[in-house]
């Protein structure tokens, strides 16, 4: 499919992220409905040219736990992915709407973000890097799949030097700078079900008062590359994603944040060191869910990568072997949203 801007007719929006936007759009020759993801990058042409190339790994990419890949082109100063839209967004969005999702659900995410990360590294030697619900879909079919691994080396160096993104999804180990492996992905997938189970992010409780980032909305947002590298590298979820509900009542709204040297920083910083050197999260409380899923949560948040297992390892784990045989309806309740 070769793919240009100008068969390209915008729908609607599906999201904003760091880097960028995704829209759904139709392919107007084919009529294929398909969601594209406008990545703007500050690099020079040549490397652009080499991002372009390393993306097309992604049209080898196919399993039924991975977003499908459309193609990718060069919009200056932006790089256009076209992939599969998936109907009923992500997780994130998902739990925002219905609050916490249930833990049979849950299992089946599990199994299928195991699948889809046991498929990348199996086949080609890819270790996706951002798991987090933001990046796992859902479609009115009942599938699951993620999407936004880290194919390309350049891209994720050029993203680097604009944005990290929201590491607060972040491995330990990450946080303190060891090489990136498979089991970091396995650390962000725990996180990640705790969030859903719960239907908050884990470490909330964590951050302190003056950590409530919804007092940067529309200060650092829509981002522009550049505009928040303090930010991100200390990896602050972007601020838009926030609850708001805190900073209604908030009355320190107009007390203004500095980004540098304000008490918030050193609340993510608290956040990070938080990561490294307290227990993990677990799924709490204890006796609400099934031992088996606390179980798998706890084994996917082992602070020391040595013992964490692989995806592949932990597709035989007993909570997964379950999940994978439950009979919970995912198309029935995707009606449900
Ligand atoms: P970050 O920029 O921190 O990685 P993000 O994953 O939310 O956050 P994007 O990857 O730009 O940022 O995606 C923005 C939103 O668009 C997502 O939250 C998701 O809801 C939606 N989205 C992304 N890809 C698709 C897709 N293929 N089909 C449907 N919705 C999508
Ligand atoms: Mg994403």
Request: aromatic share 6%; charged share 25%.
């Amino acid at each position: 499919l070769d793919l240009r801007n100008e068969d390209l007719k915008e729908l609607r929006e599906l999201g904003q992220g760091n880097g960028g936007s995704v829209k759904l759009v139709e392919h107007i020759p084919t009529g294929k409905i398909m969601a594209k993801k406008i990545v703007l990058i500050d690099a020079k042409p040549a490397v652009r040219k080499q991002i372009l190339r390393e993306l097309q790994i992604m049209h080898d990419c196919n399993s039924k736990y991975i977003i499908s890949f459309w193609g990718a082109y060069l919009a200056e100063p932006n790089i256009c992915i076209c992939m599969e839209a998936m109907d009923k967004g992500s997780f994130d969005g998902i739990y925002k709407k219905t609050g916490a999702i249930d833990i049979d659900i849950v299992g089946k995410v599990a199994l299928a973000v195991l699948e889809g990360l046991t498929y990348l590294y199996d086949k080609h030697r890819i270790i996706h890097r951002d798991i987090k619900p933001s990046n796992i879909l859902c479609n009115s079919a009942g599938e699951i799949k993620i999407c936004d691994f880290g194919v390309s080396g350049e891209l994720i160096n050029s993203i680097a030097d604009t944005f990290v993104g929201t590491s607060t999804y972040m491995s330990p180990e990450r946080i303190q700078g060891a090489q990136y492996t498979v089991k970091s992905d396995v650390w962000s997938l725990g996180v990640s079900l705790i969030e859903l189970a719960l239907g908050r992010f884990p470490f909330s409780e964590s951050l302190s008062d003056d950590s409530d980032l919804s007092d940067l909305e529309g200060t650092l947002s829509p981002a522009r590359p550049g505009s928040m590298n303090s930010l991100a590298s200390l990896g602050l979820p972007p601020p838009r994603k926030r609850n708001s509900a805190a900073a209604k009542k908030d009355k320190r709204k107009s007390k203004g944040v500095s980004l540098q040297g304000g008490g918030m920083t050193m609340s993510i910083l608290e956040l990070l060191q938080h990561i490294v050197n307290e227990p993990a999260p677990k799924l709490t409380p204890e006796g609400r869910f099934p031992e088996q899923a606390e179980a798998f949560v706890d084994s996917c948040l082992l602070k020391d990568p040595d013992q964490r297992k692989s995806p592949k390892e932990l597709l035989n784990d007993e909570w997964i072997i379950y999940s994978r045989t439950s009979d919970v309806d995912l198309q029935a309740w995707t009606s449900t949203f």
